[in-house]
Nanobody
Framework: EVQLVESGGGLVQAGGSLRLSCAASGFTLDDYFIGWFRQAPGEEREGVSC????????HYADSVKGRFTISSDNAKNTVYLQMNSLKPEDTAVYYC???????????????????WGQGTQVTVSS
């Protein structure tokens, strides 16, 4: 059974840091690209970052470049999102998602992902 489980969310003050984890089971990260998305109340779900072991690339939304870092530990089948210099506008439910790598993918396009986690809440207070 394929499963993605996010953890690491919480409440933090502006300027603080959190590290989110996405533990994958039922498949290997070697074959998938893993994305982080977020959804704030009343907003659409948006792509934050993505990592692919298959092509060795990472991707970031402009709003988080220089503040967030995505990484993976394939031995643990886990992807991390280190979030620094957090802002109130980063408040959202954060989801990880997995898409089967086939050579071409649009990392910010939700339909390119096959599996989704349940999400973890991140709240940044001002």
């Amino acid at each position: 059974e394929v499963q993605l489980v996010e953890s690491g969310g919480g409440l933090v003050q502006a300027g603080g840091s959190l590290r989110l984890s996405c533990a994958a089971s039922g498949f290997t990260l070697d074959d998938y690209f893993i994305g982080w998305f977020r959804q704030a109340p009343g907003e659409e779900r948006e792509g934050v970052s993505c990592i692919s072991s298959s092509d060795g690339k990472t991707h970031y939304a402009d709003s988080v470049k220089g503040r967030f870092t995505i990484s993976s530990d394939n031995a643990k089948n886990t992807v991390y999102l280190q979030m620094n210099s957090l802002k109130p506008e980063d408040t959202a439910v954060y989801y990880c998602a997995a898409g089967l790598y086939s050579g071409t993918y649009y990392w910010g396009f939700r339909d390119d992902y096959d599996y989704w986690g349940q999400g973890t809440q991140v709240t940044v207070s001002s």
